[in-house]
């Protein structure tokens, strides 16, 4: 059976982790960011628009919604409007790497679903480079 102490235990290493690690927070931060892009994404497939457009369009949406919680809960960041520039121009050079890799798997005879969901874990690894290492240096 559990014990208190041992759940309240649990939820203080937790908060630690988080606290220490910039890893882990872009990783959660990343998950919610993802589901917003992607379930973005989804939606407009379904009703119908082309996925250079969908994709586009949930990139634009997503890079407004990434830069508040990567700013805040990533990377302890003041929002600040003067780096947005640069946040920018990381997720035009990350859009321009997905859609290549949408186009590829599109090529291979996969969904566009799918297509969408695979570029994810790529394109996941070069954000956080770019964001760590220019956006918020």
């Given at each position: 059976?559990?014990?208190?102490?041992?759940?309240?235990?649990?939820?203080?290493?937790?908060?630690?982790?988080?606290?220490?690690?910039?890893?882990?927070?872009?990783?959660?931060?990343?998950?919610?960011?993802?589901?917003f892009?992607?379930g973005?994404y989804?939606?407009?497939?379904?009703?119908?628009?082309?996925?250079?457009?969908a994709?586009?369009?949930?990139?634009?949406?997503?890079?407004?919604?990434?830069?508040?919680?990567?700013?805040?809960?990533?990377?302890r960041?003041?929002?600040?409007?003067?780096i947005?520039?640069?946040?920018?121009?990381?997720?035009?050079?990350?859009?321009?790497?997905?859609?290549?890799i949408?186009?590829?798997v599109?090529?291979?005879?996969?969904?566009?679903?799918?297509?969408?969901?695979?570029?994810?874990?790529?394109v996941?690894?070069?954000?956080?480079?770019?964001?760590?290492?220019?956006?918020?240096?």
């Open positions: 059976m559990l014990k208190l102490g041992m759940v309240q235990n649990s939820v203080t290493n937790l908060y630690e982790l988080w606290q220490d690690s910039q890893v882990l927070r872009f990783i959660l931060v990343g998950v919610l960011n993802t589901a892009g992607y973005l989804v939606l407009l497939i379904w009703i119908g628009i082309h996925y250079t457009l994709v586009f369009l949930s990139t634009v949406m997503g890079v407004l919604f990434n830069y508040f919680t990567s700013s805040y809960l990533t990377f960041e003041n929002i600040s409007f003067s947005l520039p640069r946040f920018i121009f990381s997720y035009i050079f990350v859009y321009l790497i997905n859609i290549t949408v186009k590829i599109l090529c291979l005879g996969i969904n566009a679903y799918v297509a969408g969901f695979i570029a994810i874990f790529p996941v690894v070069i954000t956080f480079y770019l964001q760590k290492k220019w956006v918020f240096q």
